[in-house]
């Protein structure tokens, strides 16, 4: 068996929690979803967990880009850390 000479992706040991920030009304649902989803009841989810197909965090992406389970969700966690929803410990 070999290894793999694909570069590791930077986030796959780190683990994402949800932000103490308010989500605001008009906040599109499906974001909501897959913010709260992170939470985790304050636990958390490693970036594996996330990136599983078809875990809840893919079910909650609505870009017309995102082709499915193959898609990375690397962009979507960067959207999510920079409005401050999430954010990795």
């Known amino acids: 068996m070999t290894k793999s000479k694909g570069k590791r992706n ?9 932000t103490h ?4 009304p008009r906040c599109a649902l499906h ?3 897959r913010w709260k989803w992170i939470d985790n009841s ?3 989810r490693t970036y594996n967990e996330i990136n599983k197909a078809d875990s809840v965090y893919r079910q909650c992406i609505r870009r017309r880009t995102y082709a499915g389970n193959m ?19």
């Not at 990375?72 to 990795?88: A, G, K, N, P, T």
């Open 31 to 33: 974001n909501v979803k």
């Open 71 to 89: 898609s990375s969700i690397d962009q979507d966690l960067r959207y999510d850390i920079h409005v401050r929803m999430i954010e990795i410990r």
């Open 10 to 18: 930077k986030y796959y040991e780190c683990k994402f929690f949800r």
């Open 42 to 44: 304050g636990k958390g």
């Open 21 to 24: 920030r308010e989500i605001h």
